[in-house]
């Protein structure tokens, strides 16, 4: 799997939201919160789709893109990755970062505490 860069990881992120979208669509929702032009998006797309990263329905006057690498893959390559750049492969390195980066809610602190507790019980 080739891995992404940022602004192709940007992108996405909002098509897996999306499910399918436009460049124009694409666009807005990268212009909420960084400045971007319109040409660059397309141009991220384009260089995505001769990667394979997206696909393109072009039925239609106004083409609509899909990711084709799906999330859940991508997110561990990455942190396969970074885990293994940044902690040296640790993975509680890596936890505890994570962890004193944020604040995370009493909800996340019980979902994560039930997430240890089932691979715990995975190990016995």
Same mark, same amino acid.
């Given at each position: 799997m080739q891995k992404p860069t940022e602004a192709e990881l940007e992108v996405l992120?909002?098509?897996?939201?999306? =499910?399918?979208?436009?460049? #124009?669509?694409?666009?807005? $929702?990268?212009?909420?919160?960084?400045? +971007?032009?319109?040409?660059?998006?397309?141009?991220?797309?384009?260089?995505?789709?001769? =990667?394979?990263?997206?696909? #393109?329905?072009?039925?239609? $006057?106004?083409?609509?893109?899909?990711? +084709?690498?799906?999330?859940?893959?991508?997110?561990?390559s990455l942190l396969k990755n970074l885990m293994s750049s940044a902690f040296g492969g640790s993975s509680k390195a890596l936890v505890m970062q994570a962890l004193g980066q944020d604040n995370p809610s009493k909800e996340e602190l019980d979902e994560i505490r039930a997430f240890l507790d089932q691979l715990e019980n995975k190990k016995s």
């Open positions: 992120a909002i098509l897996w939201e999306l =499910k399918e979208a436009s460049v #124009r669509q694409v666009h807005e $929702r990268l212009a909420q919160t960084k400045e +971007t032009g319109y040409t660059t998006t397309l141009k991220i797309m384009q260089i995505m789709h001769a =990667k394979g990263m997206v696909s #393109r329905d072009e039925k239609s $006057r106004t083409h609509l893109y899909r990711a +084709t690498v799906k999330q859940g893959d991508t997110q561990k």
